[in-house]
């Protein structure tokens, strides 16, 4: 069984910032790519940014400069530092791995989110 497992929200002032965490496990022989998703209240689930594992990032245009995806030396772990939050940065955030698993089969996992709520 695959699980993604996040921590790190909270709730935090505009201009501070929050570091999430996320880490993968069960019978994994890769985690390519690993990212972050948000979903505000009313709103879809929307990108925030992904990392590949040669380490090539991808970020919505909102969070570019304030936020740094990164992996952690620990395998299929990822990070999200978040600086200089807006109050529109209120979401769940979601993690998320393609993974593809011992047995051969690939699909995408999401964890159970984890609420960064931003007050102005």
């Known amino acids: 069984q695959v699980q993604l497992v996040e921590s790190g929200g909270g709730l935090v002032q505009a201009g501070g910032s929050l570091r999430l965490s996320c880490a993968a496990s069960?019978?994994?022989?890769?985690?390519?790519?690993m990212g972050w998703y948000r979903q505000a209240p009313g709103k879809q689930r929307e990108l925030v940014c992904t990392i590949t594992s040669g380490d090539s990032t991808n970020y919505a245009d909102s969070v570019k400069g304030r936020f740094t995806i990164s992996r952690g030396d620990a395998k299929n772990t990822v990070y999200l530092q978040m600086n200089n939050l807006k109050p529109e940065d209120t979401a769940v955030y979601y993690c998320?791995?393609?993974?593809?698993?011992?047995?051969?089969?690939?699909?995408?996992?999401w964890g159970q989110g984890t609420q960064v709520t931003v007050s102005s």
């Open positions: 069960g019978r994994i022989f890769s985690a390519n790519p």
């Open positions: 998320y791995a393609r993974i593809t698993t011992t047995f051969g089969m690939a699909r995408d996992y």
